[in-house]
Nanobody, 129 residues
Framework: EVQLQASGGGYVQAGGSLRLSCTGSGFSVDDYAIGWFRQAPGKDREGLACISISDGMINYGDSVKGRFTVSSDSAKNTVYLDMNNLQSEDTAVYYC??????????????????????WGQGTQVTVSS
């Protein structure tokens, strides 16, 4: 069974940094596209970035390009989202999602929630101004 566990959220002051982790079980992150998303209260789920290790691809949405960085550790079956210079508008629940890379006909930039079948439970990030 494909499962994802997102962690690392918390409370941070504006300008600060956080690292989110997305650990997979029941599959290898090397074979899946992993997307990062967030959802603020009253807003649609927003795609932030995605990584597909098998395709050698990392893409970012414009809202986070230059501030957020995606990386992976195959040995830990984990994908990370390093977030720098956080601002109050970054406050949201952050999710990771997975989709078998071989089923991704085309990768949207930023990633679209509709392209991913497997989701983690979300982790809250709160940025105080």
């Amino acid at each position: 069974e494909v499962q994802l566990q997102a962690s690392g959220g918390g409370y941070v002051q504006a300008g600060g940094s956080l690292r989110l982790s997305c650990t997979g079980s029941g599959f290898s992150v090397d074979d899946y596209a992993i997307g990062w998303f967030r959802q603020a209260p009253g807003k649609d789920r927003e795609g932030l970035a995605c990584i597909s290790i098998s395709d050698g691809m990392i893409n970012y949405g414009d809202s986070v390009k230059g501030r957020f960085t995606v990386s992976s550790d195959s040995a830990k079956n984990t994908v990370y989202l390093d977030m720098n210079n956080l601002q109050s508008e970054d406050t949201a629940v952050y999710y990771c999602a997975a989709q078998p890379a071989e089923t991704m006909m085309a990768v949207s930039i930023p990633p679209s929630p509709d392209e991913y079948d497997y989701w983690g439970q979300g982790t809250q990030v709160t940025v105080s101004s």
